[in-house]
């Protein structure tokens, strides 16, 4: 039988920008592998992710609210499934290789933390060497999946995932060395603000955190006053500053790109940072502060509970990656079992 794989290689050749990054000019993987006679490299990368462990723990992570009760409410997953799926519109749009920005956008958030950000913090706080989610995205892909044999993705998969990551910095990074090395690596990037903003402020308004009239009207504007609106608003600006640029040029105008900055402020001051909000991380926080500092104490009783998968050296990276990749609901029964009387079985 002929090759798929080569089949659909010459395919991208033939269709895709020339911008984009084709998956037979791959820069390679991390340790050599017989590639897939059906998929090219980047959707077989897509296909490893969706199929890890990691990925299917996203489902139960903060995004913002700690486990909502509410059915609608984002979680870690949603939030990586909306990602994708606006960068996947701006790589068809712009005809750019789709299966490597959705194998970026669906790997981006796999070594974050439980408990969203407020974990990262704690860890960050707590390991001598600092903690960071985007590299710790890395290390998972890398070395943690599969007992420890890791994913062995392609070199712009792990670019892409490593180089997503912003907080209150720039959306689009004036070093070279910040930026993604590829155009779909970049829409990611762009794609993530664009989804967790606008999907962070439908939460807050279904949970009557704010109000629509609270949005800054600069803001309501220029972008739109619905959730919908502000996402197209922000699609096809990005779209019109990529138009017949050489070479491409991915970003938002200077006016989008204030209102979207400001809407990002917005967020920090009147939700992340609201009393509601943040009192449960800081109880959350407390979590992981005393599961890592049981851990560090009792050593062997860390190896029972994590396995071999965590064996590493020095002992406490593998109590981080452990803490790490928990998801909210297996570090609360830990926690519980650890430190919290067990009721007696009578039987």
């Not at 050749?13 to 820069?27: C, G, I, Y």
């Not at 989610?133 to 044999?149: P, T, Y």
């Not at 919908?228 to 500053?241: A, F, K, P, T, Y």
Request: net charge negative; aromatic share 8%.
């Amino acid at each position: 039988m002929k090759s798929i794989r080569k089949m659909l290689e010459e395919r991208e050749k033939k269709f895709l920008s020339p911008f984009a990054q084709l998956s037979s000019a791959t820069r390679g993987r991390l340790k050599e592998e017989r590639e897939c006679d059906i998929r090219p490299a980047f959707q077989h990368d897509r296909d490893k992710i969706i199929h890890s462990k990691s990925f299917r723990r996203l489902k139960h992570k903060t995004q913002v609210f700690l486990t909502p009760s509410g059915d609608h409410y984002r979680t870690r997953l949603t939030h990586t499934l909306e990602v994708s799926q606006i960068a996947r519109t701006l790589a068809k749009a712009l005809n750019l290789n789709e299966d490597l920005t959705e194998a970026i956008a669906l790997g981006h958030d796999l070594g974050h933390t439980p408990f969203g950000h407020a974990g990262e913090e704690i860890l960050k706080e707590i390991y001598p060497e600092g903690f960071h989610h985007a590299a710790q995205s890395l290390r998972v892909v890398d070395l943690l999946e599969k007992d420890g044999q890791g994913l062995n993705l392609t070199f712009e998969v792990r670019d892409g995932i490593r180089k997503h990551s912003k907080g209150r910095g720039d959306v689009i990074p004036e070093e070279p060395d910040d930026l993604p090395c590829t155009n779909e690596g970049k829409l990611v990037r762009i794609a993530d603000i664009i989804a967790y903003i606008n999907h962070d402020i439908d939460d807050a308004l279904r949970a009557g955190l704010i109000k629509a009239e609270d949005i800054p009207r600069e803001c309501r504007r220029r972008l739109g006053k619905t959730h919908g609106q502000r996402i197209d608003s922000m699609v096809r600006d990005i779209l019109e500053q990529a138009e017949d640029s050489e070479p491409l040029q991915i970003g938002l105008s200077e006016g989008v790109l204030e209102a979207t900055v400001k809407l990002r402020d917005f967020l920090y001051e009147r939700v992340y940072d609201l009393p509601e909000v943040h009192e449960d991380f800081i109880k959350s926080a407390k979590i992981i502060r005393e599961l890592y500092a049981f851990f560090q104490e009792r050593k062997e009783e860390f190896r029972k509970e994590a396995g071999e998968a965590f064996a590493t050296e020095p002992v406490e990276r593998g109590i981080l990656d452990f803490i790490a990749g928990m998801t909210d609901r297996y570090a609360f029964k830990l926690y519980e079992k650890i430190f919290l009387p067990q009721p007696w079985l009578i039987i």
